[in-house]
C-alpha cells in the first residue's frame, strides 16, 4: 500500500544535540512537506519541498534543517538552535502543492 | 493575511447527536477547503473537500458546504459515533500558492 512512512514514532534529545527524523513516501508525489504540532494548536509549517533538491522555508524554520536528495525522502533535522523542540512532528506529501496532503503518522520528539 | 477560524472546543456530543463544526476563512480569491480529522496519536487523514464555491464535499457521512457569501465551510454530521471522537481541522489552499493553512482544530467527544 502507498503512504507516509516517519520513523521514528518516539523520539529523546539531549540537550545540546541534532536529531533527525525520517519521512519516506512511496505515492510518487513531487511536493514533501514538515508541521510542527504543539498541544492544544494547529499545524505550523516549517519546511516544504516542490521538487527534488529544492525546499524553502515555511513559518519557523529556525533551529530547523532539512535535504531533498531523493523524490521519496525529506528527513528534517532538529538542530540545538532550536531552544523548544519538544513536540508532535507530522511529515506530509501531496501530488502538487496546490492538492490536498497526505500526513505520515507523526514523530513525538521529547528532550531529555 | 489569510487565516481560518475554527469554533474553540472540546465539543462533547452524545452518540447520534447531530454535529456541527463552524469553520470561517480570511483570504483574497478563491481557495479550496479542506476538513482533516486527526485520531489520537496518528497523523491527519483527509475527511473530504471542495474545490469551489457551492461545492459540498462528504465522506462517512460528514458534508462541508463552500459558502463564498459567508466565507464559511461548516463541518455536518446527522449521527455521531463514539468513533468519531477526534481532533477536527479546517484548512485552505490556494491553486496558485500551495501553501496549506490551518485553523487551530477542534476536539470532539462522542459519549455512549
Known amino acids: 500500500d502507498g503512504g507516509i512512512t516517519q520513523s521514528p514514532k518516539y523520539l529523546f534529545r539531549k540537550e545540546g544535540q541534532n536529531v533527525t527524523l525520517s519521512c519516506e513516501q512511496n505515492l510518487n508525489h513531487d511536493a514533501m512537506y514538515w508541521y510542527r504540532q504543539d498541544p492544544g494548536q494547529g499545524l505550523r509549517l516549517i519546511y516544504y519541498s516542490q521538487i527534488v533538491n529544492d525546499f524553502q522555508k515555511g513559518d519557523i524554520a529556525e533551529g530547523y534543517s532539512v535535504s531533498r536528495e531523493k523524490k521519496e525522502s525529506f528527513p528534517l533535522t532538529v538542530t540545538s538552535a532550536q531552544k523548544n523542540p519538544t513536540a508532535f512532528y507530522l511529515c506530509?506529501?501531496?501530488?502538487?502543492?496546490?492538492?490536498?496532503?497526505?500526513f505520515g503518522d507523526g514523530t513525538r520528539l521529547s528532550i531529555l | 493575511g489569510n487565516s481560518v477560524t475554527q469554533m474553540e472546543g472540546p465539543v462533547t456530543l452524545s452518540e447520534e447527536a447531530f454535529l456541527t463544526i463552524n469553520c470561517t476563512y480570511t483570504?483574497?480569491?478563491?481557495?479550496?477547503l479542506f476538513w482533516y480529522v486527526q485520531y489520537p496519536g496518528e497523523g491527519l487523514q483527509l475527511l473530504l473537500k471542495a474545490t469551489k464555491a457551492d461545492d459540498k464535499g462528504s465522506n462517512k457521512g460528514f458534508e462541508a458546504t463552500y459558502r463564498k457569501e459567508t466565507t464559511s465551510f461548516h463541518l455536518e454530521k446527522g449521527s455521531v459515533q463514539v468513533s468519531d471522537s477526534a481532533v477536527y481541522f479546517c484548512?485552505?489552499?490556494?491553486?496558485?500558492?500551495?501553501?496549506?493553512?490551518f485553523g487551530q482544530g477542534t476536539e470532539l467527544s462522542v459519549k455512549p
Open positions: 506530509a506529501s501531496s501530488i502538487e502543492r496546490n492538492q490536498p496532503q497526505h
Open positions: 484548512a485552505l489552499v490556494y491553486n496558485q500558492g500551495g501553501k496549506l493553512i
Open positions: 483570504a483574497t480569491g478563491y481557495p479550496s
